[in-house]
């Protein structure tokens, strides 16, 4: 089991911009993807960008462009870098570790963006 722990929600104006970390009980590199999801409030939760342990990222079309996950060079936390935020990105949002079947979850962390 991997534990993981969320930072970095807030709230922002609409345009604006947020980073969200993910610190990991264990290394980055050796767990298979690491990824964040978000959930607002009576919608599923889904997707919103994924990193493979070999460096290959994923996005929700709804985010291309506007945001990136990143991992730093110690290997234990990941980034969720949250730009031209819009109020349809208002969500908690959970980071996901996926390693050989198992599967881990945040706390979440709330994000709020405003019009």
């Known amino acids: 089991q991997v534990r993981l722990v969320e930072s970095g929600g807030g709230l922002v104006q609409a345009g604006g911009s947020l980073r969200l970390s993910c610190v990991s009980s264990?290394?980055?590199?050796?767990?298979?993807?690491v990824g964040w999801y978000r959930q607002a409030p009576g919608k599923q939760r889904e997707l919103v960008a994924i990193?493979?342990?070999?460096?290959?990222?994923n996005y929700a079309d709804s985010v291309k462009g506007r945001f990136t996950i990143s991992r730093d060079n110690a290997g234990n936390t990941v980034y969720l870098q949250m730009n031209s935020l819009k109020p349809e990105d208002t969500a908690v949002y959970y980071c996901?570790?996926?390693?050989?079947?198992?599967?881990?979850w945040g706390q979440g962390t709330q994000v709020t963006v405003s019009s």
């Open positions: 264990r290394s980055i590199f050796s767990i298979n993807a």
């Open positions: 996901h570790a996926y390693n050989f079947g198992m599967n881990s």
């Open positions: 990193i493979s342990n070999g460096g290959n990222t």
